[in-house]
């Protein structure tokens, strides 16, 4: 049996929650938006085509912003094409997916999905095919109440109000080769530089995100983002990160210590951000929006048999989660978590279907992936102040990263709650954690779960959507604000307490 131990204390702040932390993303890609969140044939589709079931569980989810519609889509797309009456919308091939794109649904429907969902719209420009004047356009339609052409445009649309989007992406991973329109640093940093200007000349209160890597292996990652800040940090107020993870060739431990990499590649696009800042001159702090990140198994798709034809929303990247994906996907949130001080936006990729925590049968049902579970518990615990958590913990030896810890956790605390979240990263072995509480004052157990089980390649299928889901944790125990708790091993961990 391994023994961990941890502190907790309230002076120890890191910085407050940030609601964004808990973003997702829809992109025309595969099935998440036909067949995902809107199907109008749908036994519970609404007036408007979308899907209620997901619905429904979007809002258990706890999504509070969706980035749309991009993603690599968004390097060609011509936003107009989905406005207006849906039978004259013109069909167009998408080269990121190669699909045939309807636009039957498009910028209108979706900010009347946000509408519905209770989520914050977060807005990507292409600026692969297109730059400035399309991107102001956009903006005009979304953001101007009326009075202009295209304001006055989408009013006609039947949006009377203005969608009032304030973040947008400039872009969408244009270091990358495979992007329509794929740019040198300075190339790009240029031109997101003179399009963030110009937008802001039209509505001063956006918030700007500019392309970082997209991915921290990149042979260019640190160049691009050092380059591409010289160029627009006094336009931008966040670089972007994306990040995947899977495991390779049975290597489990190394997997459920992904968490490891994310904090390196945070931790590394903050330093070279505030060396930019050093050499600028300037006192501003450029954030992070980490708006594509979850487990993806790439290696799939990429040694998959090309597709042939264009077909309408074919099931891409439908990667059906286990047990140990979805510990993995824990130490994620947690590590977004504790760099609260620097990440202050996220998005789960994606929301539905593609690399999704919800699945869904065309026609028929819709259901959990193992995913679903951590993000969901995240967005609903976490809340106050993100608290630094001292810890001490047993370490094993992994082929990807070395040594590492077999606890990872992180703690919230908004005066009344507090709530702990751990993941066991051992394979093998279950952890008794015991944890000082006591400068948090008198506390009371309120639940304890953990996501475990026998197999840590279990599944949800539409059969049996709660085979993997939290259970009780019956084996905690506090006492004088100590606690003693038993994580199994690849175990997923919520602790909730209040003062007495």
């Known amino acids: ?11 120890f702040r890191v910085a407050p929650v940030h609601r964004r932390t808990f973003g997702t993303f829809v992109e025309h890609l595969g099935r998440c938006v036909y067949t995902g969140i809107y199907e109008p044939t749908h036994p ?40 207006g009456p849906r039978e004259r919308r013109p069909t167009r091939l998408d080269l990121a997916w190669h699909s045939t794109e309807t636009n039957e649904f498009g910028l209108d429907e979706f900010m009347a999905w946000c509408r519905k969902a209770g989520v914050e719209p977060m807005m990507a420009v292409n600026l692969g095919t297109r730059g400035i004047e399309s991107a102001l356009d956009l903006l005009e339609y979304c953001n101007i109440e009326a009075g202009t052409h295209l304001s006055d445009l989408r009013v006609a649309n ?38 963030g200007r110009a937008m802001r000349m039209l509505d001063p209160g956006l918030e700007l995100v500019a392309c970082g890597s ?14 591409v800040l010289e160029e627009t940090y006094d336009v931008v107020d966040f670089i972007s990160c994306h990040a995947y993870y899977e495991e390779h060739d049975g290597d489990l431990a190394s997997f459920l210590a992904s968490a490891m990499d ?9 330093a070279t951000a505030d060396s930019v800042g050093a050499r600028l001159k300037s006192k501003k702090k450029i954030n992070i929006s980490f708006d594509e990140w979850n ?15 264009w077909p309408v929303a074919p099931p891409l990247l439908e990667d059906h989660y286990h047990l140990a994906d979805a510990v993995t996907l824990g130490g994620l949130l947690i590590s977004l978590l504790r760099h609260s001080d620097r990440v202050t936006s996220a998005c789960l990729a994606q929301l539905v279907n593609v690399i999704a925590p919800i699945m869904t049968e065309p026609g028929g049902r819709a259901w959990k992936q193992t995913t679903f579970h951590p993000f969901a518990q995240a967005a609903a615990y976490a809340k106050g102040d993100v608290l630094r958590v001292e810890t001490t913990s047993p370490v094993h030896e992994t082929s990807r990263f070395g040594e590492v810890t077999a606890l990872d956790a992180v703690a919230t605390h ?51 959507p709660d085979a993997v889901a939290p259970r009780a944790n019956s084996d905690a125990r506090l006492t004088d604000g100590k606690l003693e708790i038993t994580l199994p091993a690849v175990s997923w961990n919520v602790i909730r307490l209040s003062r007495q």
């Not at 270091?175 to 031109?191: C, N, T």
């Not at 994310?262 to 696009?269: L, P, Q």
């Not at 487990?295 to 042939?308: C, G, K």
């Open 262 to 270: 994310m904090d390196h590649f945070i931790d590394s696009v903050v």
């Open 44 to 83: 519970t589709a609404d007036q408007d085509g979308f899907r209620q079931d997901v619905l429904d569980l979007t809002r258990q989810l706890g999504a509070t912003s969706v980035r749309y519609p991009g993603g690599n889509f968004v390097s060609g797309y011509r936003w107009e094409d989905g406005t």
């Open 158 to 195: 039947g949006a009377k109000e203005p969608h009032a989007v304030r973040m947008w992406c400039l872009g969408n991973e244009m270091d990358g080769p495979w992007q329509i329109g794929h740019k040198s640093a300075r190339e790009y940093g240029r031109l997101a530089a003179e399009t």
């Open 1 to 11: 049996m391994l023994t961990a131990h941890l502190t907790l204390d309230p002076a």
């Open 414 to 464: 908004d005066g009344e709650f507090t709530t702990v979240f751990a993941v066991n990263r051992s394979v093998d072995q279950p952890l008794t954690l015991t944890a000082d509480l006591r400068s948090l004052g008198a506390l009371r157990l309120e639940e304890v779960t953990t996501l475990s089980g026998p197999d840590p390649y279990a599944r949800n299928t539409a059969d049996t």
């Open 214 to 227: 997209s991915g921290s292996s990149m042979p260019t990652f640190g160049a691009w983002e050092a380059t």
């Open 295 to 309: 487990v993806w198994y790439l290696s799939r798709y990429q040694n998959a048999e090309p597709m042939t034809g």
